[in-house]
């Protein structure tokens, strides 16, 4: 069985660093063709994939924010780290990580999500 | 970036058929490729995937659920419509990188 699920800081303010881990199981992310990708949303609105690492250690980001982000992987004890540097209020919203099989492309198990928060 | 297209609501009776469409800004497919996948999200639940590549039923969707389409249109079909549809409904593609979602379509009872 695949699970997934995230954990952050809650809160934190403007200009800091978010740091965010996904811990799951039921999948190993050495084996071939995984990868592991997150997914925000900010409340009431729509999703934004912000970045997939692979089981190569291979990293794509959202041209949108790269300069900002950095993902990274622990194979050994199962977790996929996120950091978003210079965060602002705009970054206020809801957190997710989510499988998925490269070549595919789409996100097949998902965690439930964490919720942060930038506010001074 | 590939920009999808979704209309915002959609009200539908219980029992009915409900059909939500997504418009690529540009085609997502690639051969007989179709890179083109749904997701259902209910009020505080994470995103469920439905339907990947277009038409192929994810594991354990019921089989009122369908897609269908190729190049820039598809169409999600849910027939007929029951209570525990009532949720918000996002296509993605993943054609090209970034990989976007549409802004999705809220389906709600009449």
């Known amino acids: 069985q695949v699970t997934l699920k995230e954990s952050g800081p809650g809160i934190l303010q403007p200009s800091q660093t978010l740091s965010l881990t996904c811990s799951f199981s039921?999948?190993?992310?050495?084996?071939?063709?995984?990868?592991v990708g997150w997914i925000r949303q900010p409340s009431g609105k729509g999703l934004e994939w912000l970045a997939t690492?692979?089981?190569?250690?291979?990293?794509h980001y959202n041209p949108s924010l790269k300069s900002r982000l950095t993902i990274s992987k622990d194979t050994s004890n199962n977790e996929v780290f996120l950091k978003i540097t210079s965060v602002d209020t705009a970054d206020t919203g809801t957190y997710y990580c989510?499988?998925?099989?490269?070549?595919?492309?789409?996100?097949?198990?998902w965690g439930q999500g964490v919720m942060v928060t930038v506010s001074s | 970036d590939i920009v999808l297209t979704q209309s915002p609501a959609l009200a539908v009776s219980l029992g009915q058929r409900a059909t939500i469409s997504c418009r690529a800004s540009?085609?997502?497919?690639?051969?007989?490729?179709?890179?083109l996948h749904w997701y259902q999200q209910k009020p505080g639940q994470q995103p469920k995937l439905l339907i990947y590549?277009?038409?192929n039923l994810a594991s354990g969707i019921p089989a009122r659920f369908s897609g269908s389409g190729s190049g820039t249109d598809f169409t999600l079909t849910i027939n007929p419509v029951q209570a525990d549809d009532i949720a918000t409904y996002y296509c993605?593609?993943?054609?090209?990188?970034?990989?976007?979602f549409g802004a999705g379509t809220k389906l709600e009872l009449k």
């Open positions: 989510a499988h998925s099989v490269l070549a595919r492309g789409y996100f097949d198990y």
């Open positions: 993605q593609q993943s054609r090209e990188s970034p990989g976007t």
């Open positions: 590549r277009a038409s």
């Open positions: 540009q085609s997502v497919s690639i051969s007989r490729y179709n890179l």
């Open positions: 690492i692979g089981w190569e250690n291979v990293k």
């Open positions: 039921g999948f190993l992310l050495s084996a071939s063709s995984v990868g």
